[in-house]
């Protein structure tokens, strides 16, 4: 069964305290893989797109990387504005179906 | 641009009404989702259409959901009776078709069966 797991479920951070949140994925078949950002009372929001294995996409403070298994999210230098709920998703089979992780909520303190 | 439209953004309604959330997707996009994330599930595929046709329907949960795409700029999910275990965000998302292009979220409405 195809499956996405995100860790930690939360994660506590000092400004400036860089860190990383992980996405690992069992599934059949990978033709992309997503991160958003959601925050409270808000529907998830787009970062990036993933392909292949060894690609790697930056904005701003983030930067998302992908191996076979899985994709981190590299957060440089958080600032409290970062503050959100991550999520990954994937889409197995280029049918538009993602599966999506539980998330990591992110909460940087000043 | 003008992002993907949810209505309403809160509903409280009583166990057995019937209930009507609405989307209007984003100009020109032709796939369209629904959603539901919950504490306990997260975020989980209900349905989506492709061009106003619904294509894969296996998330809803029960015969008391359903979901109509009359045009390509308006959407329903119908609950009819209501449960209070259907009491959830429900969020609508839009992308266009073509590889891995992303799927742009609503801010969802929030549901609570009494």
């Known amino acids: ?110 | 641009d003008a992002g993907v439209i949810q209505s309403p953004r809160h509903e409280v309604t009583e166990m057995g009404q019937e209930v009507t959330l609405r989307c209007k997707p984003i100009s020109g996009h032709d796939y369209l989702f629904w959603y539901r994330q919950t504490m306990m599930r997260g975020l989980e595929l209900l349905i989506y259409f492709n061009n106003n046709v619904p294509i894969d329907d296996s998330g809803m949960p029960e015969d008391r959901f359903s979901a109509k795409m009359p045009n390509a700029s308006f959407s329903t999910l119908k609950i009819q009776p209501s449960e209070p275990r259907d009491s959830a965000v429900y969020f609508c998302a839009s992308s266009w078709s073509g590889s891995n292009q992303p799927q742009h979220f609503g801010d969802g409405t929030r549901l609570s069966i009494l």
């Open chain 1, 1 to 110: 069964e195809d499956q996405v797991t995100q860790s930690p479920e939360a994660l506590r951070l000092q400004e400036g305290e860089s860190s990383s949140l992980n996405c690992s994925y069992t599934v059949s078949g990978l033709r992309g893989l997503f991160w958003y950002r959601q925050d409270p009372g808000k529907g998830p929001e787009f970062l990036f797109t993933l392909y292949s294995a060894g690609e790697e996409k930056e904005k701003e403070r983030l930067k998302a990387t992908l191996t076979k298994k899985e994709s981190f999210l590299h957060i440089t230098a958080p600032k409290p504005e970062d503050s959100a709920t991550y999520l990954c998703a994937v889409d197995t089979s280029g049918t538009y179906k993602y599966i999506f992780g539980t998330g990591t909520r992110l909460k940087v303190l000043a």
